[in-house]
């Protein structure tokens, strides 16, 4: 496994050993032995699957209490990713990183607990897997504004994003609830 820094030291992006022949091709995605090998001894508890069309924005989510750490990858078409630190003793707390995953490159990100994270649609549409750290608590997830001016982050969207009612709502980064 390749590890590819990302300009914030926690946020990786992982590059898979692939094999491929004319039949198609094999990679581990997982490996718990391997992944604390490379600092990131993460315990998953959920996998979740999502498919969404072209331009569809989702999050920018996090959970205040359960927070999750998140192993995310596209296993079909391509997406832009987000994760933005809420952590308020962090350095880079209140920066962002984005980055291109697709099916194609296979690559995958590690977004740790802290982060809230998002993500839009890229090509005709695309199936994006995540496997968290901990369960889904709706008493606790929050959402912060994907268009808050002050992050300011270049959506590469073509058009209007298609959004859920909970992302069109979501607090600016001001309003937002941190961790420690």
Known sequence: MKVIATAIPDVLLLEPKVFGDDRGFFYE??????FAELGMDAEFVQ???????????????????????????????AVYDVAVD????????????????????KRMAWIPPGFAHGFCVTSDSAEFLYKTTDYWSPAH????????????IPWPLSGEPLLAAKDAAGRSFNDAEYFP
């Open 141 to 152: 997830e929050r959402t912060l504004l994907w268009s808050d001016p002050q992050l300011a």
């Open 47 to 77: 996998d979740n699957h999502s498919k969404s069309q072209k331009n569809v924005l989702r999050g920018l989510h996090y959970q205040i209490e359960h927070t999750q750490g998140k192993l995310v990858r596209v296993i079909a078409g």
């Open 86 to 105: 809420l952590r308020r003793s962090s350095p880079t707390f209140g920066k962002w990183v984005g980055f291109s995953l697709s099916a194609d490159d």
């Open 29 to 34: 995605s997982w490996n718990r032995r391997s």
